[in-house]
T-cell receptor, first 114, second 114 residues
């Protein structure tokens, strides 16, 4: 069975600084997808970034980028130039190829301070 | 992405009663999903709802407790039956877009059972 581990329950960063959220996963699959979702206090789940396991190039979306290490089964999220609106819970998620089931980590609560 | 709405946004219910949650999407989608997020926890998939067929339930979730309807390609309902305080959670629907592997979430329904 697949598992997703987020070892940082809480993180904080000052506005305009950079922060990295960690995520590791366990799977015997070779083809899969990885995601980062953001859940602000409004509780809306927002897709931040997506990575296909077959792609070596790390995904980037504006200030958000990932460091995908397939061999190490690591998928960290880097947020550059942090903004107050980045304050939220961040969930790492795994999906096996050709299925629809998202498996979520326990989340990291990020607080951005002015 | 898509515009996904849920009704109600929140409710307080008495134990033993049932609540039906609606999920509406502004475009036709094949796959719709229902998740539960217990207080302070991550998201857990309850079931997958396909139009024209029975919902597929994950381990630990049964149709008698969480009946689901999917009458068309833009709408689904989840009923939480015979509620107990342990059912107090946020219930979220999601849809697969841009390829089945990418899911977008509704705003969630916050349920409190007294």
């Amino acid at each position: 069975a697949q598992t997703v581990t987020q070892s940082q329950p809480e993180m904080s960063v000052q506005e305009a600084e950079t922060v990295t959220l960690s995520c590791t996963y366990d799977t015997s699959e070779n083809n899969y997808y990885l995601f980062w979702y953001k859940q602000p206090p409004s509780r809306q789940m927002i897709l931040v970034i997506r990575q296909e396991a077959y792609k070596q190039q790390n995904a980037t979306e504006n200030r958000f980028s990932v460091n995908f290490q397939k061999a190490a089964k690591s998928f960290s999220l880097k947020i550059s130039d942090s903004q107050l609106g980045d304050t939220a819970m961040y969930f790492c998620a795994f999906m096996k190829y050709n299925t629809d089931k998202l498996i979520f980590g326990t989340g990291t609560r990020l607080q951005v301070f002015p | 992405s898509a515009v996904i709405s849920q009704k109600p946004s929140r409710d307080i219910c008495q134990r033993g009663t049932s609540l039906t949650i609606q999920c509406q999407v502004d475009s036709q989608v094949t796959m719709m999903f229902w998740y539960r997020q217990q207080p302070g926890q991550s998201l857990t998939l309850i079931a997958t709802a396909n139009q024209g067929s029975e919902a597929t339930y994950e381990s630990g979730f049964v149709i008698d407790k969480f009946p689901i309807s999917r009458p068309n390609l833009t709408f689904s309902t989840l009923t939480v039956s015979n509620m107990s305080p342990e059912d107090s959670s946020i219930y979220l629907c999601s849809v697969g877009l841009g390829g089945r592997e990418t899911q977008y979430f509704g705003p969630g329904t916050r349920l409190l059972v007294l």
